[in-house]
């Protein structure tokens, strides 16, 4: 079956090479490979095309202005491939990723989606001191609590169809949260291979991580889902004694309420001020389905 590796990115001048190294070096190569630029001004762009040319592996690009989403479904519209291996740049593959991202598909029919092991890379004195409050590598999950990241998944194409795509509609972030939600809803089956290892940074200063976590609230407000968490960081956010029962108690305090309340309010303006799901999706025990996910209930 023809493989395809996908990415996304936008404005990532100071990551670009090696992350390039990183695809273009895998131990397994895939057939082609698609990238879509969200509209970089910071030179990412250039820099993509030249690396272009050096490639010995068959590269598309295309720049078009648009969301996480878009750019996803847009790259895989851009192959024919049955196999699609989804990462982004500033994600760090290792050498053995592709292959073993996409072999459990290539080799087990009734597996319709992989997910591999994120480690968030602790290398500046700000990340090894988010280390204390973040986890830095994603616990093994079984299939069925499975969500792997856009970052480090693989999945066929079909099962990609049967939910309508990426869902475009999400302002700012949660397109792959709800994307593997309505893949789980129509029962697709998921496989967990930690031997499928990518590196990142989860932000590399304070104001970059707290604009992340209100983004990712942002997201997760319109799709819906995760409210138990938010309304813990909401309770935290307007009563923050409660910090006192946690068990880093009186460490770091002005940090650790600023990380709660980026949620909490990134979560109140996305049901504020968010999307609404589009016509013909609907909410299903919890989860937006698409109007193609619904045909597969």
């Given at each position: ?144 609590e499975l969500h792997p990241s856009s ?35 129509i029962g697709k089956r998921f496989y ?106």
């Open positions: 079956m023809k493989t395809a590796l996908i990415a996304t990115l936008y404005n990532e001048a100071g990551n670009i090479t090696r992350w390039w190294d990183c695809i273009i070096n895998q131990s397994v190569s895939p057939d082609e490979i698609l990238i879509v630029d969200g509209g970089s001004t910071d030179g990412t762009w250039e820099t993509l095309q030249q690396l272009k040319i050096q490639s010995s592996l068959p590269v598309l690009l295309k720049q078009q202005r648009c969301n996480i989403a878009e750019g996803r479904n847009l790259a895989i519209q851009m192959t024919d491939a049955e196999i699609i291996a989804a990462t982004d740049a500033g994600s760090f593959p290792e050498k053995e990723w592709f292959g073993e991202i996409t072999h459990p598909l290539l080799e087990d029919k009734s597996i319709d989606v992989t997910g591999g092991l994120n480690i968030s890379e602790a290398n500046t004195d700000f990340l090894r001191f988010l280390s204390k409050f973040e986890q830095v590598k994603e616990s093994g999950m079984s299939g069925d970052r480090n998944t693989a999945f066929r194409r079909q099962a990609w169809a049967d939910v309508g795509g990426y869902p475009e509609w999400l302002t700012l972030a949660g397109e792959d949260a709800l994307f593997t939600r309505e893949l789980h809803k967990y291979n930690p031997k499928a290892v990518v590196h990142w940074e989860v932000r590399g200063s304070e104001e970059a991580y707290f604009k992340l976590r209100h983004r990712n609230g942002y997201g997760a407000a319109e799709a819906r889902f995760s409210e138990s968490y938010f309304i813990k960081c909401g309770l935290i956010t307007f009563f923050p004694f409660l910090l006192l029962l946690s068990e880093h108690r009186f460490r770091h305090l002005p940090f650790r309420f600023r990380k709660n309340a980026s949620s909490t309010f990134g979560w109140l303006a996305g049901r504020l001020k968010g999307h609404r799901a589009p016509a013909g999706w609907k909410l299903i025990d919890g989860v937006y389905m698409s109007p193609e996910a619904q045909e597969h209930l």
